[in-house]
C-alpha cells in the first residue's frame, strides 16, 4: 500500500506532529508499505530519507511562528497527489488543506484527517478580537465534511471539536519509544528539586508557567532548579523573565536519547499547555519514570492521575504547591515504576497497527481488496 502524508505546520526540527509522522513513517516501512511525505519549505526538493519518499513544496513563511510554513498553492499540490496516485492519503492539517478531501472524492482516493491540534481553541487565543474567527472554522469544516473524510482524533478533548458536525471521528491515541525513552539511573540525591520543561517556546504550550512555578519555589525557600529543553517565538522573553532564577536553557536536543537522559534525571516535568490534542512530551517524561503537573484543559488529564503525577490550573502557585506534594510523597519509586508502567502501554505499534486497519477498510469501501496490517 502505498501511504502519502501531506502536512503543514512541521519544519525539519518540529516538535509533536514531526515525531508522530516519522513514528508512523517507520512502522508502515517495516510492514512492507511505500511512503511518501510532502511538507512545506523554502524551496522545492525531493530524495529518499530513512527509506521515505519526502518531497518538499514552497512554502509560505508563517510571521512569529518559529519557522512554520504553509504549502498555499493548489495547483502544484493536486499535481503531484495526481503523479503519485496513492492508495491512501493521511491530511495532517486540516485548515489551509481542508480542500483536500473533497479533491480526493473526486480522485476516489480513501482521505483521513489527523487533528494534531484544537484548531477552534487556538484561532480563539490567536485571532485578534476585531476579526472574527467563526468564518473562517466554518468553511474549514464545511470543506472537510464534504470530502466527507475520516477524522483521526488521539483523545475526547481533540474530538470535541467536531461534536455536532456529523463526521466519522476515530480515536487513536499515540505513542512512545519505549526504549529511548525509559527510566535510567539517577545521578546522586540533588539537593535541589530537579523541574524540566520539554516542548516549543510557543504561547500554547504556557513555558513561562514553569518559570514561574520555580519563582514560587523559590520565594518559598525551597531549593530548586529549571531545565528548559527546547526552541521557539518566545525564547528571548523568556530568557528576561528567568533572569536571576536558577534556570538553564538548553536549546533544542536533536538526540532523543540525550532528551530521555535529561528527562530521567528530573524530580517533575511540568507541562501546562491548554490546547494540547494528546501530550507527547508528557507522555516521554512519564516513560522516563517522572511524574508530571500537567494541566487541567487539554488532553493531558485524560490519561494523568494522582497516582504520576497532578492535574491543576493555570497558576503559578498550583503548580508549585503540586511539586511539593509530588517530591514529599514517601512513596516516590512506586510513583516513578506507575509512570514507567502507563507510558509502556502507549507504543507507536499499536498507533501504526490502529491506522494501517482503518485503511483497510476505507479500501475495501472503495473497492480494493484489503491490504494485510
Known amino acids: ?10 519544519t525539519e526540527t518540529s516538535g509533536g506532529m514531526k515525531q508522530c509522522l516519522s ?5 508502515y516501512l517495516q510492514l512492507g508499505h511505500e511512503v511518501t511525505l510532502i ?3 523554502n524551496k522545492n526538493s525531493q530524495g529518499i530519507e530513512n527509506g521515505v519518499n519526502v518531497i518538499r513544496l514552497h512554502g509560505v513563511p508563517l510571521v512569529g511562528s518559529g519557522g512554520y510554513r504553509v504549502i498555499l498553492r493548489r495547483s502544484p499540490l493536486a499535481a503531484l497527489i495526481q503523479e503519485l496516485q496513492p492508495d491512501v492519503v493521511e491530511v495532517s492539517d486540516k485548515t ?10 473526486s480522485l476516489h482516493i480513501p482521505c483521513v484527517v489527523i487533528s494534531h491540534e484544537r484548531t477552534d481553541l487556538a484561532m480563539k487565543r490567536n485571532t485578534p478580537g476585531w476579526l472574527p474567527s467563526a ?9 472537510l465534511s464534504y470530502g466527507a473524510p475520516l477524522i483521526v482524533c488521539a483523545s475526547q478533548f481533540a474530538a470535541k471539536e467536531f461534536d455536532g458536525r456529523g463526521m466519522d471521528v476515530r480515536f487513536v491515541p499515540l505513542g512512545v519509544d519505549t ?3 525509559c527510566p535510567q539511573q539517577r545521578q546522586g540525591n540533588s539537593a535541589h528539586i530537579e523541574l524540566v520543561y520539554c516542548g516549543r517556546f510557543a504561547p500554547e504550550k504556557e513555558p513561562f508557567l514553569a518559570v514561574e512555578a520555580l519563582r514560587e519555589l523559590v520565594a518559598r525557600g525551597i531549593g530548586a532548579k529549571l531545565t528548559m529543553v527546547g526552541s521557539g517565538p518566545l525564547e528571548t522573553e523568556l530568557r ?3 533572569v536571576g532564577l536558577p534556570v538553564e536553557f538548553v536549546g533544542q536536543i536533536s538526540s532523543r536519547s540525550e532528551v530521555a537522559a535529561l528527562l530521567s534525571q528530573a524530580d517533575v516535568g511540568i507541562s501546562m499547555g491548554s490546547v494540547e490534542t494528546f501530550g507527547l512530551s508528557i507522555l516521554e517524561t512519564l516513560a522516563c519514570g517522572t511524574p508530571v503537573v500537567v494541566s487541567k484543559e487539554g488532553a493531558a488529564s485524560e490519561f494523568v492521575n494522582s497516582g504520576i503525577g497532578r492535574v491543576v490550573n493555570q497558576n503559578a502557585v498550583d503548580i508549585a504547591n503540586a511539586v511539593v506534594e509530588i517530591v514529599s510523597n514517601e512513596s516516590l519509586t512506586e510513583v516513578r ?14 498507533t501504526a497497527g490502529m491506522m494501517l486497519d482503518i485503511y483497510s477498510d476505507l479500501l475495501e469501501n472503495v473497492g480494493i481488496s484489503q491490504v494485510a496490517s
Open 1 to 10: 500500500m502505498h501511504i502519502l502524508q501531506i502536512a503543514n505546520f512541521i
Open 23 to 27: 513514528a508512523l513513517q517507520k512502522r
Open 39 to 41: 511538507m512545506p519549505c
Open 96 to 105: 489551509t488543506l481542508s480542500w483536500i478531501p473533497q479533491y480526493l472524492r
Open 135 to 143: 468564518p473562517f472554522l466554518k468553511s474549514w469544516q464545511t470543506s
Open 179 to 181: 526504549k529511548t525513552f
Open 240 to 242: 528576561n523573565c528567568a
Open 337 to 350: 515504576e506507575n509512570c514507567a508502567d502507563l507510558a509502556s502501554r502507549y507504543t507507536w505499534d499499536k
